[in-house]
């Protein structure tokens, strides 16, 4: 699975951003699907998750309320709403799927990753 992640900007703290990911190659084989953030200087952290066949969700608790992760399985591709953005919600954002019906906020249970989208939020 090839993952191509887009949506990413500058914004001001109190507004919305959309990113998409799209899947391209064995899209059938995935389960799961995620976005993860990266802040500079701190590790790698899971956002949302979203069960490709079923839709249930997941969140962060950073971020519950807040944003919002979908899935259109006839674009193959995955969304997060971000609404009411924070200027700790700065990071550059990855989606990643996975082969494993179980949740993980663990990097490594991820077996495909997109490029990472930058989102930065101004105060």
């Known amino acids: 699975v090839q993952l191509q992640a887009s949506g990413g900007g500058l914004v001001q703290a109190g507004t919305s951003l959309r990113l998409s990911c799209t899947a391209s190659?064995?899209?059938?084989?995935?389960?799961?699907m995620a976005w993860f953030r990266q802040a500079p200087g701190k590790e790698r952290e899971i956002v949302a998750a979203?069960?490709?066949?079923?839709?249930?969700?997941i969140y962060a608790d950073s971020v519950k309320d807040r944003f919002y992760i979908s899935r259109d399985k006839a674009r193959n591709t995955m969304y997060l709403q971000m609404t009411r953005l924070k200027p700790e919600d700065t990071a550059v954002y990855y989606c990643a799927s996975t082969l494993k019906h179980y949740y993980s906020d663990s990097e490594e249970a991820y077996d495909a990753w997109g490029q990472g989208t930058q989102v930065t939020v101004s105060s």
């Open positions: 190659g064995r899209t059938f084989s995935t389960n799961l």
């Open positions: 979203v069960w490709w066949s079923g839709g249930r969700t």
